[in-house]
């Protein structure tokens, strides 16, 4: 029996020294190769690679698996690493307020909208607030902090120094939001995954691996 072919969907070729393999969120395999490098080399690689692409094509499926969410009463959110469960009322002063409860003020708006609302709220104030404190603390000083409504990236640093977060990463425990905060503090000096850039990281944040790999496990539960 011959083993099932992978399909590279994209070859980009650049001035680049080496190859990479890249899956992305769709489980697309994405080569990005060396401007001469020949389509036998490239696919005996892909062969040799292939139980790590495998694997990651497995992981970005389970990824695309987002626990969808019904806005009933009782139903269970997260904010911050705790689960609470909404309900609904007259009586608040607020669209939304958090106790034991994530309650509700009824309005026009749908539950969804009126959600999304607070949670957005709620990270432009947190997340930017803690990445001023690890920006003071680490001496890596963004241009502007930004949080956008990005669905499939949590964070992102362009090449002039600006940090974008996603207001969903609102959902996630304090200690993976300081994780995805001081990983793109980093980036503002080390632009690509090195060897530095992980050195300079564990630096800061000795335990990095372990907030990493929890963020890759539970992502698809930070979705509404």
Not at 18 to 25: C, P
Not at 33 to 47: F, G, Q, R, W
Not at 158 to 164: A, M
Request: charged share 30%; proline share 3%; aromatic share 10%.
């Amino acid at each position: 029996m011959c083993m099932e072919k992978i399909k590279i969907d994209s070859i980009i070729r650049s001035n680049r020294k080496t190859i990479a393999l890249v899956v992305t969120h769709e489980a697309r395999l994405i080569v990005r190769a060396p401007i001469h490098t020949s389509e036998d080399y490239i696919n005996k690689l892909v062969d040799d690679k292939s139980i790590w692409i495998k694997r990651k094509f497995k992981e970005a499926r389970a990824k695309k698996s987002r626990v969808t969410k019904e806005f009933v009463a009782g139903e269970s959110f997260l904010y911050m690493g705790r689960s609470y469960p909404l309900r609904f009322g007259n009586n608040t002063k607020k669209p939304v307020e958090l106790s034991g409860f994530i309650t509700i003020n009824n309005s026009e708006k749908t539950t969804r909208e009126v959600l999304i609302s607070w949670y957005k709220a709620e990270a432009n104030k947190k997340i930017t607030d803690r990445c001023e404190w690890y920006s003071k603390t680490t001496g890596y000083k963004p241009v502007s902090i930004k949080i956008t409504d990005a669905q499939k990236r949590w964070r992102s640093c362009s090449q002039h120094g600006k940090l974008n977060f996603s207001w969903r990463l609102i959902m996630a425990p304090i200690e993976i939001i300081d994780y995805v905060i001081t990983h793109e503090l980093v980036h503002l000096e080390e632009k690509n995954h090195s060897k530095s850039f992980w050195n300079k990281l564990r630096t800061i944040m000795p335990d990095y691996k372990k907030r990493q790999s929890w963020l890759k496990e539970n992502e698809r539960y930070f979705s509404i």
